[in-house]
C-alpha cells in the first residue's frame, strides 16, 4: 500500500505523518494524532460527528483523505478553548443552555456552528437551522443547540463590542 508524508496543523501545532493514501482524515486525527473530541459516527458523512474546521470550511473528516489534508489547518473541539482553558462562547453556550444530552455529536455539532458564525455572526433560529443541518442528534429535539449557538453568537456579538 502506498504511503505519503504529510503535514498538518492541527489546533496550532504542526504534525508530520506518513499515511496510507487510502487513510481517512478521522482516523489520522484520532489514532495518529490522539485528538479524540471528533468521533466515527456513521462513516458515511451523513451524521457529522467528525465535524472539523479546515482551512475555513466545515468538513465530515470521514469523507477526506488524510493526503488531500496535506498542508491543511484544521481546528478540532480541542482547540475550540483559549489558550487560558476558558471556554469558547459555542462551548460555554452548549453548557449554559443545555446544548447537550449524551455529548456524541456535540463537538462536531460546536466546530460546525464555529464556522456558522464565522459566516454569519447573527443567524436567525432559521439560519441556524439550516447551517447546523448536516449534523445530526439522535438525542435533543435540537431546541437547546439552536439555543446554545444563540447564546455563543450574542456572547461573540459583546464580546466584538467591547474590543
Do not use: W
Not at 489547518?73 to 460555554?92: F, W
Not at 462536531?108 to 459566516?119: N, Q, W
Not at 437547546?144 to 450574542?154: D, G, L, T
Amino acid at each position: 500500500m502506498a504511503k505519503s508524508l504529510i503535514t498538518l496543523t492541527i489546533n496550532g501545532e504542526v504534525h508530520e505523518q506518513r499515511v496510507d493514501d487510502r487513510e481517512l482524515l478521522i482516523h489520522t486525527i484520532r489514532e495518529r494524532i490522539n485528538l479524540t473530541g471528533a468521533h466515527i459516527g456513521c462513516d458515511t458523512g451523513h451524521c457529522g460527528a467528525c465535524t472539523i474546521d479546515l482551512d475555513g470550511r466545515s468538513v465530515k473528516s470521514c469523507m477526506m483523505f488524510a493526503v488531500q489534508a496535506n498542508g491543511a489547518s484544521i481546528t478540532t473541539i480541542e482547540g475550540m478553548a483559549h489558550a487560558d482553558g476558558t471556554l469558547h462562547a459555542l462551548q460555554e453556550g452548549f453548557r449554559m443552555e443545555h446544548g447537550l444530552q449524551c455529548g456524541y455529536c456535540t463537538p462536531g455539532m460546536i466546530t460546525r456552528a464555529y464556522r456558522l458564525l464565522k459566516e454569519n455572526p447573527n443567524p436567525t433560529e432559521a439560519e441556524i437551522r439550516m447551517g447546523i443541518a448536516g449534523n445530526l442528534c439522535r438525542c435533543t429535539g435540537y431546541q437547546n443547540i439552536v439555543k446554545s449557538i444563540q447564546y455563543a453568537a450574542e456572547q461573540l456579538r459583546i464580546k466584538e463590542a467591547a474590543e
